[in-house]
């Protein structure tokens, strides 16, 4: 499956580096999101972007920065991380809910990130 | 705040036997997701159920939606190595962009 992609697929930063991850969707959706998934632990949605927009930033700590140039593009700029941010980093993209019912999230193969 | 309850953590079953997770809401929701993530992988979308009472079969899976629209299960009809994974049920959150997961339930095939 190659319809939405992530890189990089590994990372291991120091607490005091800046790194991005990239996120790039090929399916024609609006709506791109991160999600942080820890061991025993519910999927974590961060934020959500429609149309270039962010809609949904859940009380994440302002060490993580996302940009969405565009609806095929998002990014999640890391700087002064702490090791219990070590992750897996999805992204996932989707048509644009509505309030109806959403639809399904087709997700990225996951950045595993190690914070040492 | 919302939360989306889902047992068992995990289930431990012979080849071939049955597997069931279920997930139970705290508010009634107006949709329920399913997903499948293998080891190593990511979530992937399997079904949505939408209406009360709903019934849906995929193969040797079959997904129900409660009749209040605030649980939902997942059951496998013998099982197979293929089906190993944590499947993950997710419902409507605050918004129409929020998706309020379940921790998952391991299928984990005895060898």
């Known amino acids: 499956e190659t319809g939405v992609t992530q890189t990089p697929r590994h990372l291991v930063m120091g607490m005091t580096n800046k790194k991005s991850l990239k996120c790039e969707q090929h399916?024609?959706?609006?709506?791109m999101y991160w999600y942080k998934q820890s061991a025993k632990k519910p999927l974590e949605l961060m934020f959500v972007?429609?149309?270039?927009?962010?809609?949904e930033n859940n009380s994440v700590p302002s060490r993580f920065s996302p940009e969405c140039p565009n609806s095929s593009h998002l990014f999640l700029h890391l700087h002064t991380l702490q090791p219990e941010d070590s992750a897996l980093y999805l992204c996932?993209?989707?048509?644009?809910?509505?309030?109806?019912?959403?639809?399904?999230?087709?997700f990225g193969p996951g950045t595993r990130l190690t914070v040492t | 705040g919302q939360q989306v309850m889902q047992i068992p953590q995990y289930q431990h079953v012979q080849e071939g036997e049955d597997f069931t997770t279920y997930c139970n809401s705290s508010t009634t929701l107006s949709n329920i997701q399913w997903y499948k993530q293998r080891p190593g992988g990511h979530p992937v979308f399997l079904i949505q159920l939408v209406k009360s009472g709903e019934v849906k079969k995929q193969k040797r899976l079959t997904f129900q939606f409660g009749e209040a629209k605030k649980n939902s299960s997942l059951h496998i009809t013998a099982t197979q190595t293929t089906d190993v994974g944590t499947y993950f049920c997710?419902?409507?959150?605050?918004?129409?962009?929020?998706?309020?997961w379940g921790a998952g339930t391991k299928l984990i095939i005895k060898p």
């Open positions: 972007y429609n149309f270039k927009e962010q809609t």
């Open positions: 399916l024609g959706h609006n709506a």
């Open positions: 996932a993209s989707s048509h644009t809910p509505t309030p109806l019912g959403g639809y399904e999230q087709y």
């Open positions: 997710a419902g409507p959150g605050d918004s129409n962009y929020q998706l309020i």
